[in-house]
Structure formats: C-alpha cells, structure tokens
C-alpha cells in the first residue's frame, strides 16, 4: 500500500474547496484556489511545468522522453459538492478493516448494515470523514492518484513514457467544470478523467442532464379570510412534484433509467422555488422528459393564473459515448490497464456526469477511470486506500500502454 498516496490525499481533503450552484463568478467560490495553487507548486516542486491561470485551471506538462505521437491526458476536479459540508474535514483511517461499525462522531456509524459495500473491504485501509461532512473523495481521490503519478515520473526518470498533460478543474460539482477549459492550450489527443467509484469502473457512457429552476408565485392573505382568494406557492409547487412520474424518482431507478431529482426547495405562501435536475441515458426520452416538465407547469398556469409558474430549463451536458467511441481504443487500453493492475474492470454507464463529458463534445474523448471511492456527496462518503493505490497502479500502467501506441486520431 502506498503510504505517500494516502498521506497526498489527507492532506488535500483538509482543504475546503466546496463549490456553490447558481452563481455567476467563477470558480464559484474563491476557496477552491486555495487547493488549485497548492497543487500548482507542489507540480512546480517536482520540477514539472505547471501553471494555474486566471479562472483556476492548472494545467501540467510532463515531457515525453521516448518518440511517441500520442499526448495522453489525466483530469481530475478539486472541488466538493455543496449536498454536504466540506469544511473542518476530520478523516478517520481505520486500518485492517474488521467488518463492523465504524464509530463517527456524534454517535454516528459507517455501518455495512446501511452500506452493503463495506463488507468487501475487510482487512482493508478504509479512509472516511468523521460524519459531520463529507470526506472529499470525490475527487481529491482521483486528485491524489494523478498527483503520485506526477511525483513517480518525475523522480524515475527511467521509467518511458511519451508526453503527459494534466489537468485539474474548479466546479465540476455545479456543472461548469469545463466552462473555460484550454482544450486546444491542454494538447492531449485522449484524456481520461479519473473521477470514478469503486475499483473497476470503467465509463464511457454518461446521463444527458439538465437542471431546471422553479419559481411559483402566490397569492398571500390571512388564511381566516383565504377562500377563493389564497393561492399557496408552497401547495403549487408540491402539486408539481406530484404530477411528475413516481417512478422516476431516483430512489426507484438504477442503470441506464433516467430521473426527475428535486435538489433542493423553499419557499412561504406567497413565493417558492425549487432547483431539480432531469437525466436519462438516452436522447429521446431525455427530450421528453424536459416537454413532459413545460407540459407540467403549463396546466398549473392554465389553473392558477399565467406566470404562476415559472421555469427556466437548461442543458449541462450529453451522453458522450457517441463522441467517444470513435476513439474506443481509449476503453479498450484501460481495459488492459487495470487487467494489468489485478483488476476486474466493470464498463457501467455513469449515472451521473463528468467533465469528461463535455470536454468529449469539445474535441477531447475523455472516459472515466474509477478512484476507490464511495458514497458520495454524503457524510458517509469513504474511500478505499488500496483501491486509491490500484487507480495509481493503472494509470502507470496507462502510460506504459500509449509510450508505444500509434493512431490517426
């Protein structure tokens, strides 16, 4: 196990880098630099070039020191989902894993009773935050992972490789990854972003996903003198909830199923607002779902009033298997790669995005390597340090592949 990988990633999941939705600056939040720079002289430190420019981005170059016609590139995010708080991050390693509960704080416990997943890591280094917050994994998981990479090449020299490029992201969590990002300045002809789950996946397939905002005015008065009269934007909004199918809630779906998700809302009697997001793994059926929410909100204006509901629906990105499988070579390397580290690899569909998503439509054909990570956006978020080392494993093995690999892409 790599001690080094560990002590990178505590290190980086102390930092709080939580992004903020709905916000014009960018980054979103100011804090998420604070990694980013960290990130930027630790790979000036190990004598790679490296720069972070004006909207956050770093960018790396590790030169090629063998002929190869192939620029490989890794990308990971910095930033942390806002669903739970990633500030004063305490990890909590629990070495030889035994199966039971894993005590937290506040009485809480990471249990396999809850989290079937953990009865596969007995004996196991499992890292996990305290309860209070997320841990961070994802993705200072996959961030650690590429920055040992950087490390090991740097300091072995007789290790062959051609050019590698590296990139780390701010606001991946919000959907704005990719809103600046140097396809042409970052020069990989393929990229994988390592930003995954449990050891294995392997993605090439993600969700078509939009976000939607709901805003429903009211009507106010006292509700001793409300009949006829009283309109609740609260009621509204949850008579919209209810008018959505039931079954695409993602509590019920799994696979390539797609899903309305009410994220968040608030609101009084006389104003309300809820954020959702629409996915689904396939085209059509992500367009209906997107006509099948105005159809919603246009029968709620017909019965309480034009402009009672308002909604403003938009794209954060599509399904980017058609972009990458003319470059499937990219899936069927990472194949080897982690058949090459003892690994089972797992081709899922992702239910969920990446950046990798829009920088394939971008030009750049950007699977999804897995970090050793679970649990996501939640308190109970832990990551696997074995797992973390075999994603270090294939991406070695990765560069080991494209230093002789040749194509016309």
């Not at 790979?43 to 972070?52: N, Q």
């Not at 500030?87 to 249990?111: C, F, H, M, Q």
């Not at 009283?230 to 799994?254: C, D, F, H, K, W």
Request: glycine fraction near 8%.
């Amino acid at each position: 196990m790599n001690e080094k990988l560990i002590e990178r990633f505590l290190r980086y999941v102390r930092i709080d880098t939580e992004s903020v939705p709905d916000v014009q600056q960018y980054p979103s939040s100011e804090k998420q630099k604070d990694l980013l720079s960290l990130l930027n002289s630790e790979l000036a430190e190990m004598g790679i070039s490296a720069h972070m420019d004006e909207y956050g981005y770093v960018y790396a170059v590790i030169p090629a020191n063998v002929q190869c016609d192939y620029t490989l590139g890794f990308i990971a995010h910095v930033d942390t989902s806002s669903a739970v708080s990633g500030k004063n991050v305490k990890p909590v390693v629990t070495r030889n894993y035994d199966g039971k509960d894993i005590a937290l704080a506040e009485g809480r416990t990471l249990s396999p009773v809850d989290f079937p997943d953990l009865a596969n890591h007995i004996g196991q280094t499992v890292i996990s935050s305290d309860g209070t917050t997320l841990l961070g994994a994802d993705d200072k998981a996959g961030v650690a992972a590429i920055m040992q990479l950087a490390q090991t090449l740097a300091t072995h020299s007789e290790i062959p490789h051609g050019k590698i490029v590296i990139a780390f992201t701010p606001d991946e969590e919000v959907g704005r990854g990719t809103d600046f990002f140097d396809v042409k300045g970052f020069g990989a002809d393929g990229a994988y972003t390592v930003d995954g789950g449990g050891a294995g996946e392997l993605e090439y397939e993600n969700f078509n996903a939009a976000s939607a905002k709901v805003k429903v005015t009211g009507l106010s008065v006292h509700p001793g003198s409300a009949k006829n009269v009283m309109i609740n934007a609260n009621l509204i909004l949850m008579e919209l909830q209810g008018m959505l199918p039931v079954e695409q809630n993602p509590r019920y779906t799994s696979g390539y199923e797609g899903f309305f998700h009410l994220d968040s809302m608030q609101g009084t009697c006389d104003e309300a607002t809820a954020y959702y997001i629409i996915r689904d793994h396939d085209r059509d059926k992500f367009e209906r779902k997107k006509k099948l929410f105005e159809e919603v909100v246009a029968f709620l204006n017909a019965k309480y009033g034009e402009k009672t509901v308002e909604v403003e629906i938009e794209d954060s990105y599509y399904n980017m298997k058609e972009k990458v499988l003319p470059h499937i070579h990219l899936v069927e390397n990472a194949v080897k790669a982690m058949e090459k580290a003892g690994v089972t690899p797992k081709v899922v569909p992702i239910r969920g995005g990446t950046d990798g998503a829009r920088l394939s439509y971008e030009g750049l054909p950007c699977p999804n390597l897995f970090t050793g990570g679970y649990n996501c956006h939640g308190r109970y978020e832990y990551a696997v340090a074995e797992e973390m080392d075999k994603c270090l494993q294939v991406l070695l093995n990765l560069v080991a592949i494209y230093k002789d690999f040749c194509s016309d892409d």
